[in-house]
């Protein structure tokens, strides 16, 4: 009897430390498992999911269509002109939305990529890499800017721009000697007419290299999309991704608007900007065999994508965007559109930020 009562005591203190030696194996084996298998919830049904792609494949090319268009077909529309202070305030609310889709969504999402337990310890989770990639991003874009404004104004110039502006100065007091108040009259005229074109270069590169940043990003999350096959969190992602791309849209179109490109141009950057989501969308589900969201390949490659993506973008929002126009000699010269911009950024920043709790 005494040795019953004595197991008895003894079994419970047997049994904690049978399930104090098994949870550890159990917590050391699940990222490994979770790595290496699908998840198997209720919301992973492949069958269930391609009807769900086809719809986000139509409306996200509709909505991006829209959204890129809209600032160029609104031109007619005098209020919308861009020289009026509606379009300055409608860009400004643009560059809030590029800057918070850069901070709030491409930013975290690699943060998450590059940190998983699905990667080695060295030497991912030790170096901060998302952050390092996207200062290098910032950089590089800074380096292509500068360098391609260059490059565009010596070819519209078809001079050396360090010895063409003296010749030009230099023929105009000639003309200004010899002709009197005419002289004097062209050549402020030609002054005008370079700073024109300078300020048109600018809108014209600034215009390349944002549609570069957003389709980098446009590409990864459509392929993540097209690659996942969770419907509870499709229905979701599409909603917020039409939201998403047509105030991107807006911000792209108003740039391509300012870069008075021609015809041609302007189709095929809409064209590129409107089509690469759902062309990420075919990709990631005619690789959703082989593509897997958690393992290592996918998660370094998607993740340094996401981190050189934000810090174009946000470099984009900030210079280009937003500093040039606060910065410009219209919201310089009155504090009401001041007002009205910051309010106009902070609201465009806001609403995108909301929709990160969803996408």
């Given at each position: 009897?005494?040795t019953?009562?004595s197991?008895?005591?003894?079994?419970?203190?047997?049994h904690?430390?049978?399930?104090?030696t098994?949870?550890?194996?159990?917590?050391s084996?699940?990222?490994s498992?979770?790595?290496?298998s699908?998840?198997?919830?209720?919301?992973n049904?492949?069958?269930?999911?391609?009807p769900?792609?086809?719809?986000?494949?139509?409306s996200i090319l509709?909505?991006?269509?829209?959204?890129v268009c809209?600032?160029?077909?609104?031109?007619?529309?005098p209020?919308?002109?861009?020289d009026?202070?509606l379009f300055?305030?409608v860009?400004?609310f643009?560059?809030?939305i590029i800057?918070a889709?850069g901070?709030?969504?491409?930013?975290p999402?690699s943060?998450?990529?590059l940190s998983?337990?699905?990667?080695?310890e060295?030497?991912?989770h030790?170096?901060?890499?998302?952050g390092?990639?996207a200062?290098?991003?910032?950089i590089?874009?800074?380096?292509?800017?500068s360098m391609?404004?260059?490059i565009?104004?010596?070819?519209?110039?078809?001079?050396?721009?360090?010895?063409?502006?003296?010749?030009?100065?230099?023929?105009?007091?000639?003309m200004?000697?010899?002709?009197?108040?005419?002289g004097?009259?062209?050549?402020?005229?030609h002054?005008?007419?370079?700073?024109?074109?300078s300020?048109?270069?600018?809108?014209?590169?600034?215009?390349?290299?944002?549609?570069?940043?957003?389709?980098?990003?446009?590409?990864v999350?459509g392929?993540?999309?097209?690659?996942?096959?969770?419907?509870?969190t499709?229905?979701?992602?599409?909603a917020?991704?039409?939201?998403?791309?047509?105030?991107?849209?807006?911000?792209?179109?108003?740039?391509?608007?300012q870069?008075?490109?021609?015809?041609?141009?302007k189709?095929?950057?809409v064209?590129?900007?409107?089509?690469?989501?759902?062309l990420?969308?075919a990709?990631?589900?005619?690789?959703s065999?082989?593509?897997?969201?958690?393992?290592?390949?996918?998660l370094?490659?998607?993740?340094?994508?996401?981190?050189?993506s934000a810090?174009?973008?946000i470099?984009m929002?900030?210079?280009?965007l937003?500093?040039?126009?606060?910065?410009?000699?219209?919201?310089q010269?009155?504090?009401?559109?001041?007002?009205k911009?910051?309010?106009?950024?902070l609201?465009?920043?806001?609403?995108?930020?909301?929709?990160a709790k969803?996408?």
């Amino acid at each position: 009897m005494s040795t019953n009562t004595s197991l008895s005591k003894l079994l419970p203190i047997f049994h904690i430390i049978l399930i104090s030696t098994l949870i550890p194996q159990a917590h050391s084996q699940s990222p490994s498992d979770e790595c290496k298998s699908e998840t198997t919830d209720s919301c992973n049904d492949k069958a269930g999911a391609v009807p769900l792609k086809i719809i986000a494949i139509t409306s996200i090319l509709v909505t991006s269509m829209i959204g890129v268009c809209l600032p160029l077909i609104t031109r007619s529309i005098p209020a919308l002109h861009p020289d009026r202070d509606l379009f300055v305030i409608v860009k400004c609310f643009a560059g809030g939305i590029i800057l918070a889709t850069g901070f709030m969504h491409v930013l975290p999402d690699s943060f998450d990529m590059l940190s998983s337990n699905c990667l080695n310890e060295k030497p991912w989770h030790k170096f901060p890499f998302t952050g390092f990639v996207a200062m290098l991003s910032a950089i590089v874009t800074l380096m292509v800017d500068s360098m391609a404004t260059s490059i565009y104004s010596r070819s519209k110039a078809g001079v050396n721009p360090d010895s063409g502006g003296v010749a030009a100065i230099e023929g105009d007091q000639e003309m200004a000697v010899a002709d009197g108040g005419h002289g004097h009259f062209h050549s402020h005229h030609h002054q005008v007419k370079g700073g024109s074109e300078s300020q048109l270069t600018r809108y014209r590169v600034v215009a390349m290299v944002l549609e570069l940043g957003i389709v980098v990003h446009s590409v990864v999350i459509g392929l993540s999309l097209g690659a996942s096959n969770n419907t509870c969190t499709i229905k979701g992602l599409v909603a917020a991704l039409c939201f998403h791309q047509m105030f991107e849209g807006m911000g792209l179109g108003g740039c391509i608007l300012q870069a008075e490109y021609k015809f041609l141009k302007k189709a095929i950057m809409v064209f590129f900007f409107s089509t690469t989501t759902p062309l990420g969308i075919a990709l990631g589900m005619a690789l959703s065999k082989m593509y897997k969201e958690n393992s290592p390949r996918a998660l370094i490659t998607v993740g340094l994508l996401n981190a050189s993506s934000a810090g174009l973008l946000i470099y984009m929002a900030l210079v280009d965007l937003l500093s040039a126009d606060f910065m410009g000699p219209k919201l310089q010269g009155s504090i009401k559109l001041q007002i009205k911009s910051c309010m106009a950024v902070l609201l465009g920043a806001g609403g995108m930020s909301l929709l990160a709790k969803w996408a």
